[in-house]
């Protein structure tokens, strides 16, 4: 069957999210599906970078980005939404199916931390997101917020989470500095959304609850979703196993800042310095490797695509001492404010 884009590719500007019906055959799921099965152990499916998963992994994403590419204009030509390059974090979630849908809650609504401290700018950062294992069209999908019908409904949460990312709503008992913080909001409470704003961290309380207008679109593998990271979403449920994998494309000539790093408020500097991800180490690295405190996304894509063919070791170090980043970070010591 014909690929075929529901409402046009005109709904990112509205919606902020198309379905797009065939985009991939039997024979390319079983492709990009094969390394991961490969890789997981027992019947418990576990988050994998596809990239991680050797030369087969390397081809199932490089094979997906080229279908992304291949609808580059017409998204452009649709939507205005410039895309050039992908984010190299494709990755594959599983809905971590127990058969009790209690026992381990999917996780709520949220917009994604890293790639927003990585563009800055959201709305010009596209997800496709692509079940690969999904028994049934209405169960264990993806649900999405909607934004014009949020902008009508809350003009005010609207507002904060426009070209953002890293919001989540969330328990008032639960807030940054808490343990286990950013898994809050798995527990589905909606009490308040929490956002950066200026430096610090703002708590919005909806006037709506946002279930009542939110969107999940019946999808099988073949179908996928193009979402823009501004958009919210949350899984829908752990009724049946699933396995999806995300790709992601974004305007590689937007500048991204150093000092827009520095603002951030205390709880995502404390992530950036932990020695446990090195993600943060090498994204400050890329302006010390470029002498300039403005970069291009491409620029620091390539220079974290280069920074991650090493070993961790070499990443944690990059071309940034570790004084160095934590003097960017306005820290003392990891996970430590000045």
């Given at each position: 069957?014909?690929?075929?884009?529901?409402?046009?590719?005109?709904?990112?500007?509205?919606?902020?999210?198309?379905?797009?019906?065939?985009?991939?055959?039997?024979?390319?799921?079983?492709?990009?599906?094969?390394?991961?099965?490969?890789?997981?152990?027992?019947?418990?499916?576990?988050?994998?970078?596809?990239?991680?998963?050797?030369?087969?992994?390397?081809?199932?994403?490089?094979?997906?980005?080229?279908?992304?590419?291949?609808?580059?204009?017409?998204?452009?030509?649709?939507?205005?939404?410039?895309?050039?390059?992908?984010?190299?974090?494709?990755?594959?979630?599983?809905?971590?199916?127990?058969?009790?849908?209690?026992?381990?809650?999917?996780?709520?609504?949220?917009?994604?931390?890293?790639?927003?401290?990585?563009?800055?700018?959201?709305?010009?950062?596209?997800?496709?997101?692509?079940?690969?294992?999904?028994?049934?069209?209405?169960?264990?999908?993806?649900?999405?917020?909607?934004?014009?019908?949020?902008?009508?409904?809350?003009?005010?949460?609207?507002?904060?989470?426009?070209?953002?990312?890293?919001?989540?709503?969330?328990?008032?008992?639960?807030?940054?500095?808490?343990?286990?913080?950013?898994?809050?909001?798995?527990?589905?409470?909606?009490?308040?959304?929490?956002?950066?704003?200026?430096?610090?961290?703002?708590?919005?309380?909806?006037?709506?609850?946002?279930?009542?207008?939110?969107?999940?679109p019946d999808i099988l593998p073949g179908d996928v979703i193009f979402a823009r990271g501004d958009v919210m979403h949350r899984a829908q449920d752990q009724l049946t196993n699933r396995v999806a994998i995300s790709v992601r494309s974004v305007n590689g000539d937007m500048k991204v800042h150093k000092e827009f790093l520095r603002r951030l408020p205390e709880?995502?500097?404390?992530?950036?310095?932990?020695?446990?991800?090195?993600?943060?180490?090498?994204?400050?690295?890329?302006?010390?490797?470029?002498?300039?405190?403005?970069?291009?996304?491409?620029?620091?894509?390539?220079?974290?695509?280069?920074?991650?063919?090493?070993?961790?070791?070499?990443?944690?170090?990059?071309?940034?001492?570790?004084?160095?980043?934590?003097?960017?970070?306005?820290?003392?010591?990891?996970?430590?404010?000045?």
């Amino acid at each position: 069957m014909a690929m075929h884009v529901e409402g046009g590719w005109g709904e990112l500007n509205t919606r902020g999210f198309v379905v797009v019906r065939n985009f991939l055959s039997q024979e390319s799921l079983s492709m990009v599906l094969k390394p991961y099965l490969g890789k997981i152990k027992g019947e418990r499916f576990e988050f994998h970078p596809a990239r991680l998963l050797g030369p087969e992994g390397v081809a199932a994403v490089t094979y997906l980005e080229g279908r992304v590419r291949e609808l580059f204009p017409e998204i452009e030509a649709g939507s205005g939404l410039h895309l050039t390059t992908f984010d190299p974090f494709s990755t594959f979630f599983p809905n971590n199916y127990d058969g009790v849908e209690k026992r381990s809650p999917p996780a709520g609504w949220h917009s994604d931390p890293p790639p927003y401290h990585l563009f800055q700018d959201m709305s010009q950062y596209l997800n496709c997101w692509i079940p690969l294992i999904k028994p049934k069209a209405d169960t264990s999908g993806l649900t999405l917020l909607p934004m014009d019908a949020l902008r009508q409904a809350d003009p005010a949460i609207y507002e904060a989470i426009h070209r953002h990312g890293g919001a989540a709503f969330a328990s008032r008992k639960l807030l940054p500095g808490a343990p286990g913080y950013w898994h809050s909001h798995r527990n589905y409470e909606r009490e308040v959304l929490v956002i950066d704003r200026d430096g610090e961290l703002d708590y919005i309380t909806p006037k709506i609850d946002v279930d009542t207008i939110s969107v999940t679109p019946d999808i099988l593998p073949g179908d996928v979703i193009f979402a823009r990271g501004d958009v919210m979403h949350r899984a829908q449920d752990q009724l049946t196993n699933r396995v999806a994998i995300s790709v992601r494309s974004v305007n590689g000539d937007m500048k991204v800042h150093k000092e827009f790093l520095r603002r951030l408020p205390e709880f995502w500097r404390k992530g950036l310095a932990n020695p446990e991800h090195h993600f943060g180490a090498a994204l400050l690295a890329a302006f010390s490797f470029h002498g300039r405190e403005t970069l291009t996304v491409q620029e620091v894509l390539d220079y974290l695509t280069a920074v991650f063919r090493r070993s961790p070791a070499e990443v944690a170090v990059a071309e940034a001492t570790k004084g160095e980043l934590l003097s960017i970070l306005g820290l003392t010591e990891y996970g430590v404010i000045v």
